[in-house]
């Protein structure tokens, strides 16, 4: 009888500590009529869609969510709570087609109408952006106001369904709001200035009206607009803690510095300030390489208590680790602490006793992102033809203490340095070629156009060769005023760091390729061109190849080339090619 007892008990206790184990889920269940598409997309997960057009979407949450879902040209929100269901069904290409059923039917009927609303707003305030910005602070929190009160106002128009809503969804869709509109209000300084010159802090009286929007909330951790809010907030407070930081350190290593102090003093909850100080680790080492974040790394680990965070940053390190594990990585200068480096890509034929040409490869990004890793792919297929292929990091502007002026003054250091240090590296210092793309194509062509020279070894920092995709070579503020915006307060005129603008005879500029796509909307053809004709007016060697139907870094004409650029490849595959003969022709590549 004692032994059927412990038996029955022990069945009851592992029944228990089953139902304890059980993560309740919520689902979303839809149909496509006649659809396009394979997959959509809901939160971060691709969703696979059946012959018959229909989805399932499962998920265990812990407490209520709003969803971003795109599926073909439609994006629209859907709010889920845990433990809920609702079924979708998309019967054409507009969201009114969208038709909802379920216990949470109401609520996402009523975030697809303000659909609508949110694009009149985002149409209006892309127009208006610049005289926005050039209000003054009262008159902007006045107009950012007016703004969200139309949200706000839509949400009670109708009392009888309003009534239908969780106070739960009321709470999340009113943060949503705040966020954003919040968010816009703490960029202000930083578009007035840009577009006024005028510098300007924030009130005490707009810093106590943001406030509202609380960020030690994990409730609201899903909300992608509390995420960039709360990432705007830490960056404001950052940096009026580098502002009192009278030390010559590296712009970048103050930041991180500052934002750890931020994030440790704001938050309370642990998760919340572990899950931030992990961003921030992620997102520096990515911009200014593994070299600079070691004390950081240090620091993330005294304080972070979640484990799950810790694995996460000890795998994201481990990863990074071992993207450089099959090349030579080298310091070759170090600012203000800060350490750049050069990513060495070498034959697997290589001698340690020979010498091979090189090629340094500038990744683009705007000057304002990116970094070496951009250029393995290059930097390995040029080691596959024989050369030394060399991924460069350069310092990235920050509208603060670095410009492109200090990009340009890396780029023509490492050529500098590599000529110095030819011989160890197994170079020959009259074969290192450049290449870049975009902003990188500036900064390779400046090394040649603005020559640096190390008069007592007879050493210069120009390339042998430039390889150019879509660069950007004019800086006129008259046509775009974007790279005078990363001068900030230098008092530089754009046109004398502009390439066509510099070229004269009698510089080292050395044979030339530019690959350039017809429609190229961020570095214009016309200024392809302009170069072309301008080497060629002063004796140098320089050819222009420019691909029909394809704009910056060769995207389809019909696509935007303007964000991230997406490559057609059998282009990309033509431009390649012909930078393999140009190398061949110059007998940097021994066929």
């Known amino acids: 009888m004692k032994n059927t007892f412990s038996f029955l008990l022990l069945i009851f206790i592992t029944s228990l500590i089953s139902c304890s184990q059980e993560i ?11 659809a396009t598409e394979s ?19 499962i998920k265990a949450i812990e ?35 969208v038709e909802y059923t379920g216990e949470l039917a109401s609520s996402n009927t009523y975030l697809l109408e303000t659909d609508s609303l949110s694009n009149e707003i985002n149409v209006f305030i892309n127009k208006k952006w610049v005289q926005f910005h ?14 969200k009160g139309l949200y706000l106002k839509h949400l009670n128009v109708d009392s009888k369904r309003h009534e239908t809503f969780s106070q739960e969804f009321i709470e999340l869709w009113k943060a949503e709001i705040n966020y954003g509109f919040n ?42 607009s509390y995420k960039k809010y709360t990432k705007t907030w830490i960056d404001y407070e950052s940096e009026t803690l580098i502002e009192k930081d009278p030390s010559q350190k590296h712009y970048s290593l103050k930041k991180i510095e500052a934002t750890f102090q931020v994030i440790s003093e704001i938050f309370d909850n642990q998760y919340l300030k572990d899950f931030w100080l992990a961003e921030y680790l992620k997102e520096h080492i990515d911009k200014n390489g593994i070299a600079n974040g070691t004390q950081n790394m240090n620091q993330f680990n005294a304080i972070c208590k979640t484990e799950v965070l810790k694995n996460e940053i000890e ?42 040409p090189a090629i340094v490869i500038f990744h683009g990004g705007g000057w304002v992102s990116g970094n070496p890793s951009w250029a393995f792919d290059k930097a390995k297929h040029f080691s596959n033809q024989g050369m030394i292929g060399i991924a460069v990091q350069y310092r990235l502007s920050n509208y603060k203490d670095i410009t492109p002026v200090e990009a340009m003054k890396d780029a023509k250091d490492v050529f500098l340095w590599l000529r110095t240090n030819a011989d160890s590296l197994g170079i020959i210092p009259n074969k290192i070629a450049g290449e870049g793309w975009s902003a990188g194509g500036h900064l390779v062509t400046s090394a040649a156009i603005f020559v640096n020279t190390l008069s007592n070894q007879k050493i210069n ?61 961020l570095a214009l053809t016309k200024y392809a061109q302009l170069f072309h004709d301008k080497m060629k007016a002063s004796n140098y060697q320089c050819e222009l ?31 390649d090619k012909k930078a393999d003969e140009f190398l061949i022709k110059l007998g940097y590549i021994v066929e």
């Open 134 to 147: 050039l209000q003054n602070q009262e008159d902007y929190i006045s107009s950012i106001d007016s703004l």
């Open 315 to 356: 795998q994201y390190v481990e990863s990074v680790l071992d993207t450089r594990k099959d090349h030579e990585v080298k310091i070759y200068k170090t600012e203000n602490d800060f350490n750049l480096e050069v990513h060495i890509f070498k034959p697997k034929d290589f001698i340690v006793t020979e010498k091979r």
């Open 461 to 521: 920092s120009a390339p042998n060769a430039l390889i150019l995709t879509s660069p950007a070579l004019d800086t006129d503020p008259k046509h775009d005023g974007y790279f005078k915006s990363l001068l900030g307060t230098r008092g530089i005129d754009p046109n004398d760091l502009s390439p066509v603008e510099n070229v004269a005879e009698g510089l080292p500029l050395p044979p030339t390729l530019i690959l350039q796509g017809r429609t190229d909307r």
């Open 545 to 575: 190849v420019i691909y029909e139907n394809c704009g910056h870094l060769f995207t389809p004409s019909n696509l935007d080339d303007t964000g991230m650029p997406q490559p057609d490849k059998e282009i990309s595959k033509k431009a």
């Open 63 to 97: 407490r209520p969510i709003l969803l971003d879902v795109s599926y073909a040209n439609l994006e629209w929100t859907i709010f889920l709570k845990p433990e809920s269901s609702i079924d979708v069904l998309i019967q054409g290409k507009s969201l009114e087609t």
């Open 183 to 224: 968010k816009l209000i703490l960029k202000y300084p930083k578009w007035h200035f840009q577009f006024t010159g005028n510098k300007v802090e924030l009130s005490r009286q707009t810093i106590d009206y943001i406030k509202t929007s609380k960020i030690d909330c994990p409730e609201y951790i899903d909300l992608s």
């Open 24 to 34: 309740s889920e919520s689902q979303i269940s839809g149909r496509i009529i006649n």
């Open 39 to 57: 997959t959509l997309k809901i939160g971060s997960q691709t969703i696979p869609i059946t012959e018959d057009g229909k989805f399932t979407f």
